[in-house]
């Protein structure tokens, strides 16, 4: 392809998140913090940073002003209504950026004319137009918006775009500022607008697309097809009301779809997408909803175990991006839920260091559909435990079956315990001064051995209500003292099952040292 091929279908990124963005109920940025995301949308590669609304504040002004001096590279512009003031002080604030923009807007719907500017067609068009000239007076790069562009009559649209052009603007920005267009209608809207402005190809043909349908990315692209060469969006769709187009969407779907959208390219560096996303969500405090594409913390989570089993096998049978190529450190995620498989289990301990053979690994998973049918998440701390319960099972001489606890203010505690050794299986029941003791004595009647708790530790391993509760304790025998860990999310149970630890390890001793050797010992 040649080089004026390549520039043909270069699309320019347009970010607006430190305006439009800046926008979104309950998101606001201090100029500090606006200066820190400004030099990340350069690192990210935006073409044309837009910084803010100078006339405002002076908050507004000044953080537009600082970008202007601090931030290279991108083009750095300043919105003003059309309107002589807002334009001289938007110019102030751009003047110092090596590449300054002035992007002046003005309603053009019949709906904003007849109610908000209470304006004709003919004194808009004179409005744009000596707005546009009096921008142009300071800077060469101006930016013309048609404010309700998609809801304005494409005949009158095309004449004010033509005049603008005429008067200088350089950009002609088409925005759909209420999010009410379609993308097969906004096509052709640009399309019309390419047949129909005879000075057309004078200017950049931009889009800026709302969100209020959830359709702000789709007509985004949908006009690129059309010929726009600009794309204004934000990052995370961050914008007045439902927001705006979200640029990694806008990009990263150019890229993956390179069949449907042929030559055409940005300039963004697609590896700085999640770094970029996290600042702005925590500096303007609008977190991202988790199932956000490209950046959302669901956006390459795996919970299923047929999905689990497939991306382990080839990444590609559920993921059409590599979450590496838009900056996701972490990798692709098998979340471990009650819908998890053996092969999302088995690599999650893998990766924890843990290997174990099939029998030990069947085991483990048996232990795990049953936490993961209580608890929503499985976290690692949960698996550690498990394993490692697991892994000592293979001496217990005794394993816990089930149990039944009886206990409340006007009851006696009671405590139902089945135990099996080998393939029998017992089952003793016993009254307590609480649960877990009555449980610890349902134990001993089975086992004929009879501990002491000297000590006892309860935490939660993980967060959240149905976090496991980890039970450390410390039981004396006759002839030592044993101590154990043991979790689940009934802590009467991890109580029992902590306990039973003991014992088995009190037997296996005997069975190897006989029972008449005393000491002490300390299990893991
Ligand atoms: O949504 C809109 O119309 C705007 C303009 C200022 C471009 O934000
Ligand atoms: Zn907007």
Redesign the pocket.
């Known amino acids: 392809m040649t080089t004026k091929g390549k520039r043909k279908d270069r699309v320019l990124v347009f970010d ?1 998140t430190l305006r ?1 963005g800046e926008q979104s109920p309950g998101a606001s940025l201090d100029h500090r913090e606006k200066v820190e995301i400004a030099h990340q949308l350069a690192q990210l590669g935006v073409d044309i940073i837009e910084a803010g609304f100078p006339i405002a504040s002076p908050g507004d002004f000044r953080a537009v002003h600082e970008i202007a001096e601090a931030v290279t590279g991108p083009t750095i512009a300043g ?1 003003a209504r059309c309107v002589e003031a807002d334009i001289a002080r938007c110019a102030e604030a751009v003047m110092p950026a090596r590449k300054p923009r002035i ?1 002046v ?1 003005l309603a053009t719907s019949a709906i904003h004319r007849k109610f908000k500017l209470r304006k004709a067609r003919a004194e808009i068009i004179k409005q744009a137009m000596k707005s546009v000239k009096q921008a142009k007076s300071f800077v060469n790069d101006v930016e013309f ?1 048609p ?2 562009a998609s809801r304005t009559e494409p005949d009158f649209l095309a004449q004010v775009v033509e005049a603008a052009i005429d008067a200088g603007a350089t950009t002609i ?1 088409i ?1 759909d ?1 209420v999010g009410y267009t379609m993308p097969s209608e906004f096509s052709h809207l640009i399309s019309y607008l390419y047949e129909s402005v005879p000075n057309i190809n004078d200017a950049v043909i931009s889009v ?1 697309c ?1 969100n209020d349908l959830g359709l702000g990315v789709a007509n985004s692209l949908a006009s690129l097809q059309a010929g726009a060469r600009q794309v ?1 969006c934000t990052i995370n769709g961050l914008g ?1 009301r439902a927001g705006n187009a979200a640029l990694e969407e806008v990009v990263m779907t150019l890229r993956t779809r390179n069949d449907v959208y042929g030559p055409l390219w940005t300039n963004i560096k697609p590896e700085r997408l999640v770094p970029v996303s996290r600042l702005v969500s925590r500096l303007t405090g609008m977190s991202v909803q988790r199932n956000k594409a490209i950046v959302g913390a669901n956006a390459f989570a795996h919970s299923s175990g047929v999905h689990q089993d497939g991306v382990i096998k080839e990444r590609s049978t559920y993921e059409i991006i590599d979450p590496a190529t838009v900056g996701c450190q972490d990798g692709s995620d098998l979340v471990l839920s009650k819908l998890s498989g053996k092969n999302g289990l088995k690599q999650a301990l893998n990766k924890m260091g843990i290997s174990l053979n099939a029998e030990e690994l069947a085991k483990v998973y048996e232990r795990f559909v049953d936490l993961a049918d209580k608890k929503k998440l499985i976290y690692d701390d949960d698996l550690l435990l498990i394993a490692s319960e697991q892994l000592s099972d293979a001496v217990n001489i005794y394993t816990l079956e089930c149990m039944q606890v009886t206990a409340g203010s006007s009851t006696i505690p009671t405590a139902t315990v089945k135990l099996c050794k080998g393939d029998e299986v017992l089952q003793e029941a016993a009254c307590g001064d609480g649960p877990v003791d009555a449980a610890c004595k349902a134990i001993d009647r089975i086992t004929n051995v009879s501990g002491r708790l000297t000590d006892y530790t309860l935490q939660a391993v993980t967060v959240g209500k149905d976090a496991m509760g980890e039970v450390s304790l410390r039981v004396a025998f006759d002839e030592e003292t044993i101590s154990a860990k043991a979790a689940s999310t009934d802590i009467v149970e991890a109580s029992a099952k902590a306990y039973l630890s003991c014992v088995n390890r009190l037997l296996s001793d005997r069975e190897a040292n006989g029972a008449n050797e005393t000491a002490t010992k300390e299990t893991p």
């Open positions: 607006t439009d919105l992007h807007f918006s404010e309700d920005n925005p500022t800026h709302h204004e007045e």
